[in-house]
């Protein structure tokens, strides 16, 4: 077993005789010498068969690596640091999904809301997805900047205003598109998480694991039940039972 004992931050330890590196990754043997271990510089002076000792961090060296060095240009961020373009754009574009996703649901919302359609619960239901997918985009955006990314945002197709449905009904037939558009949102989801798999980012990767991923499969459950419930009620007076439901 090796043991580190405590040294001062800057000191060196003479030693004679040259080392040699075992699995671990620390250099053993009886010398002192320059050690590269998980991306940190040490000082090490090593007896054969004994504890490695006088582990000393040389900070001042480390941070002249080119990847560290602080930038001079306004341009740059200077909080920026693995985070390469393909996962700043994949995040921008994610943020025009959800706003996309938020804008169809804003547009569900105005349909039931009118005096002619008159199902409060569904407009309810819609409003609050509304907010819900605007939310999403505002926790991206924030976390683009906090990486050092640039949020740029796209264009949104305007969404339907119309969603009457002879055979199936308005209230399934909308419900189905939002299973649909839930389903969509997630693949997105996924393929922003790859990206960030691709690049060794893992921190984004636990960003988007734990703020959407868990929360998009439970919001698919939920409308799916929603869907089933509406094909069991038919379009008649059932609807109007069911939009009482998701009012109260």
Known sequence: MMMMLRAPLFSTIPTLTPVRSNR??????????NVKSNGFT???????GG??????????????????MTPISQQISLAR????????SAINH????????????????????????ALKGMAKFFKES????????????????????????HSILMPSSEFEHLEKGDAL?????????????????LYLHSVAQKNNDNHLQDFIEGEFLNE??????????YVTQLRLVGKGHGVWHFDQMLLN
């Not at 671990?24 to 010498?33: A, D, K, L, P, S």
């Not at 640091?81 to 700043?88: G, K, L």
Request: a negative charge; proline letters at 2%.
């Open 130 to 153: 509304s907010v819900e997918e605007r939310d999403h985009a505002d926790k991206l955006m924030t976390y683009q900047n906090k990486r050092g990314g640039k949020v740029k945002l």
């Open 81 to 88: 640091q693995n985070f390469v373009d393909e996962c700043e």
């Open 216 to 225: 998009q499969v439970s919001a698919i459950k939920k409308i799916s039940e």
């Open 94 to 117: 994610q943020i025009n999904v959800e706003y996309s996703a938020s804008y169809v649901y804003h547009s569900l919302f105005a349909y039931f809301d009118r005096d002619n359609v």
């Open 42 to 48: 040490t000082m090490a002076a090593v007896q054969e």
């Open 24 to 33: 671990t990754g620390f250099n053993i043997g009886v010398g002192r010498r």
């Open 173 to 189: 037939h909308a419900m189905e598109l939002a299973l649909s558009l839930e389903k969509l949102v997630n693949e997105k989801l």
């Open 51 to 68: 504890p490695v000792t006088g582990i000393v961090f040389e900070p001042f060296e480390e941070v002249k690596s080119d990847n560290l």
